[in-house]
Each structure stands twice: as structure tokens, then as C-alpha cells.
Nanobody
Framework: QLQLVESGGGLVQPGGSLRLSCAAS????????MGWFRQAPGKEREFVAS???????YYADSVKGRFAISRDNAKSTVYLQMNLMQPEDTAVYYC?????????WGQGTQVTVSS
């Protein structure tokens, strides 16, 4: 069973960049499709990006062209590179399998985009 820990969040100005990391433990990581999700205050959690066991990626329309998801199976880590960030990107970001497993939701990492 996987265990996931997100990190890398923080404060960034509009137009800036930030890279999130999701460290996984468990022998099944390399065979799992992974995704990033986010939840803004007062709003429901939403899908951001996903990556399969190889290099296939998929993005929500709101982040296409700005965000890039990647993974390093040797390090059991998935990343989310966020560029040209906007205030609307402010949220707690979570890593999970894709489709997400209810039992794998962690504490997430806070991302705040503000001037």
C-alpha cells in the first residue's frame, strides 16, 4: 500500500513558478498512475494533472500550458512544475493515485499566489 507526502508549497507572486514534490513509499509506485489535485478554501477538490507509468500526461484545462507533471520512479517521487502562476491557483495541493484512492489523501501542501 502506498503512503504519500507532499512538499514544496509556499508563497509565490503572480507570474512566478513553484515545484511541488510527492514522495511515495511502497513497492507499487512505479506501476501506479499518479495525479495532482487541489482544493481552494470553500471549494471542492478538483483534478489538476495526471501521469501514467511512462510519460503520458493529462491536464485540466485551467492549467494547460502552465503546469507540467513528471515522475522519477527511481526516487519514488512525482513532481508538479507550476509556471505563470495565477491567484486562482491558490489552494492546498494533494498527490494521489489516478483515479484517486480515498484512503491515500494526506495533508497536502499549501500554495498561495499573491502580490
Amino acid at each position: 500500500q502506498l503512503q504519500l507526502v507532499e512538499s514544496g508549497g509556499g508563497l509565490v507572486q503572480p507570474g512566478g513558478s513553484l515545484r511541488l514534490s510527492c514522495a511515495a513509499s511502497g513497492r507499487t509506485f512505479s506501476s501506479s498512475d499518479m495525479g495532482w489535485f487541489r482544493q481552494a478554501p470553500g471549494k471542492e477538490r478538483e483534478f489538476v494533472a495526471s501521469i501514467n507509468r511512462g510519460e503520458y500526461t493529462y491536464y485540466a484545462d485551467s492549467v494547460k500550458g502552465r503546469f507540467a507533471i513528471s515522475r522519477d520512479n527511481a526516487k519514488s517521487t512525482v513532481y508538479l512544475q507550476m509556471n505563470l502562476m495565477q491567484p486562482e491557483d491558490t489552494a492546498v495541493y494533494y498527490c494521489n493515485t489516478n483515479p484517486p484512492a480515498k484512503d491515500l489523501w494526506g495533508q497536502g501542501t499549501q500554495v498561495t499566489v499573491s502580490s
